[in-house]
């Protein structure tokens, strides 16, 4: 086990748990943050993995990854808003909106 292997094995339970944890709870802007956290992270773990194992076939995965993420984002953000139509109402005490 050399250096690159030692730091994907710390960042994999340090790193990505926390941000599976955020983008599984919460609201929805929290998700999309713990959601683009962990694509960054796993993109950074198949670098560490290609360092490690020498193989370049992972370096081609985080640069599939890191190319494809922010469309996956947009998508997301794009399920988060209104319709043009749509007026969002402010819920009132009791729970239901006006």
Do not use: I, K
């Amino acid at each position: 086990m050399n250096a690159w292997l030692l730091a994907a094995l710390v960042l994999f339970p340090c790193g990505l748990g926390p941000c599976v944890w955020v983008a599984c709870r919460g609201p929805a802007t929290h998700r999309l943050a713990g959601a683009n956290l962990a694509t960054v992270l796993t993109t950074v773990l198949f670098l560490l993995l290609a360092q490690g194992f020498g193989r370049t076939s992972y370096v081609d995965l985080a640069l599939v990854l890191a190319v494809l993420a922010p469309a996956g984002t947009l998508v997301f953000t794009r399920l988060l808003a209104a319709d043009p139509g749509e007026v969002r109402t402010a819920p009132r005490a009791d729970g239901e909106t006006s």
